[in-house]
């Protein structure tokens, strides 16, 4: 399902609905970050893995996995949207952005700002009220991409790991 059409200079891209066959791909896009790329496997026990989650978030009615696809077909971006209801801020409902990736041959193009634009847009269009992102404490660049696109700093993070 196309979401949206995203033009550059260069090229127009699809955004769209991740399908299960892309499953690869988009691992692979994950894959290529330098901070985590040695979180990621190939084998066919964790490609099942990486499967079964995409069955589980693409049957949540409150998750959206996208694919941005170049005009040859090649997945050149993805992003996790999630909408999480909440009795804070009068019952207000965020989205939640994560695993936005751009093909490292593309950033800088605006293709990744179209892509978080787009995905403000959806928020507001569903009736969130907040879009709320986390980035890794290491990522100076990111962090200057988010605050160019209106986000601020606002809270710390933390995380337990099980």
């Not at 989650?53 to 090649?74: E, K, S």
């Not at 207000?92 to 800088?108: F, N, Y």
């Not at 660049?141 to 099980?162: C, M, N, P």
């Amino acid at each position: 399902m196309t979401l949206t059409t995203i033009e550059t200079p260069n090229a127009a891209y699809t955004l769209r609905r991740a399908r299960r066959d892309d499953v690869d791909a988009l691992v692979a896009l994950m894959a290529a970050d330098q901070l985590r790329s040695a979180e990621f496997a190939f084998d066919d026990e964790t490609l099942a893995g990486y499967r079964r989650a995409f069955d589980v978030i693409d049957a949540d009615a409150a998750q959206l996995l996208v694919a941005l696809d170049d005009p040859d077909g090649r997945i050149v971006g993805t992003m996790q949207l999630t909408f999480i209801p909440g009795l804070s801020r009068g019952g207000a409902t965020r989205m939640q952005i994560e695993a936005v990736r751009v093909a490292e041959d593309l950033r800088g193009g605006g293709v990744g700002s179209a892509m978080i634009g787009w995905a403000v847009e959806h928020a507001r269009a569903r009736g969130a009220r907040l879009v709320q992102l986390t980035s890794d404490a290491r990522r100076d660049d990111a962090h200057r991409f988010y605050e160019r696109l209106g986000f601020e700093a606002s809270h710390v993070g933390f995380k337990q790991y099980l």
